[in-house]
């Protein structure tokens, strides 16, 4: 009977719990008005505040959807996981753990301090430090390929066709001064592997990159898929990476925040200032949160809520 029950208990949650526990979690959270949106990057300070949408698609493929799941965003650090799948997958994990590190800092996520007090390296794929450097490690002959390589990447993660967003490009290419420091500080110190400045513009553009809650969350349901596009059926990441991309998601996927994620949440994610949060339960599913308010760490107040709600009523706690 102990076993019946365990077996019960770890059954996979059907298309319907799901839909209602997504919908309960967005009514809970639909009001909370904490948090505030990210206005160092002065675009995303007139994202209207209220929007709020979540999804969660399983390695089956099926959608749940709530709210404000269909209005473009810039997916800004969400970007980070994928462009370290492209490096893994172009030139295997070991340059990743090599030339970038996989360390968390405990320091915010533009942090300069924290490349100077380590041993020049980035720390690891997602700081800005280490997203940039990431970006100098696709091989590339030109900006143009560069950027080109994770366009690609993006959109077959995505199954879908992606956009820059011009206006929140231009404010952060405007704006972007914290970042060109930090490429030319890695640079200086021979951990980054292109021109620091086409590294910046190439990572200020992967930040701009519009997703909808819905096409972020298919981009997320590929890594608890083993790398296979749950929709499309592209395989976008051998397997054998997948562990370390969730494992670098659970140490570093909320800054300095990433230790009171993991304890309440129990879930590698991902978050990114435009509001976005792209959680995965391995093998099973993953969990989108959208809402622009964030906390004091960048990371999405409700989205962090909704999420946390969900992964605890279904018993998702990887841990
Ligand atoms: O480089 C930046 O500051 C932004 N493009 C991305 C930062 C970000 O999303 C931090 N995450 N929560």
């Known amino acids: 009977a102990a076993l019946a029950a365990s077996a019960v208990a770890l059954a996979a949650p059907s298309k319907d719990q799901l839909q209602k526990v997504a919908e309960q ?3 809970k959270f639909k009001d909370d008005k904490s948090g505030k949106n990210a206005d160092y990057i002065p ?3 007139k994202v209207p505040s209220e929007l709020f ?3 969660i698609i399983t390695k089956d493929g099926d959608v749940i959807k709530v709210g404000d799941v269909d209005t473009p965003f810039s997916i800004q650090s969400c970007s980070k996981v994928f462009t370290m799948c492209l490096v893994m997958q172009e030139s295997g994990d070991k340059i990743v753990y090599d030339k970038v590190n996989v360390e968390p800092t405990g320091e915010a996520f533009n ?4 490349i100077e007090e380590g041993d020049g390296r980035a720390d690891n794929p997602f700081v800005n430090a280490g997203a940039i450097a990431t970006v100098s490690l696709i091989k590339a002959k030109s900006p143009e390929e560069r ?3 994770i366009h690609k990447t993006y959109e077959k993660f995505a199954g879908s066709k992606l956009i820059v967003m011009p206006d929140i490009f231009k404010s952060e290419a405007d704006t972007n001064f914290r970042n060109r420091g930090i490429a030319h500080v890695l640079f200086n110190s021979g951990n980054l592997f292109c021109d620091p400045l086409e590294a910046t513009e ?3 553009k992967q930040c701009s990159v519009g997703v909808t809650a819905e096409q972020l969350a298919v981009m997320g349901s590929t890594l608890a898929n083993g790398g296979v596009n ?3 059926k592209e395989k976008c990441i051998d397997k054998k990476y997948v562990p370390k991309v969730l494992a670098t998601m659970t140490m570093n996927g909320f800054y300095d925040g990433s230790g009171q994620w993991a304890w309440n949440a129990g879930l ?3 978050t990114g200032v435009g509001g976005g949060i792209v959680a995965v339960v391995p093998g099973e599913l993953t969990i989108v949160g959208f809402a622009p308010p964030l906390d004091t760490y960048g990371n999405s107040v409700r989205a962090q809520k909704a999420i946390e709600f969900i992964a605890s009523e279904l018993d998702l706690n990887i841990f």
């Open 230 to 232: 749950p929709i499309t």
């Open 268 to 270: 590698p994610a991902k």
């Open 43 to 45: 675009a995303l300070a």
């Open 202 to 204: 190439v990572y200020t």
């Open 53 to 55: 949408g979540i999804v």
């Open 25 to 27: 979690a967005h009514a």
């Open 147 to 149: 950027w080109d390589k």
């Open 111 to 114: 942090s300069i301090t924290a």
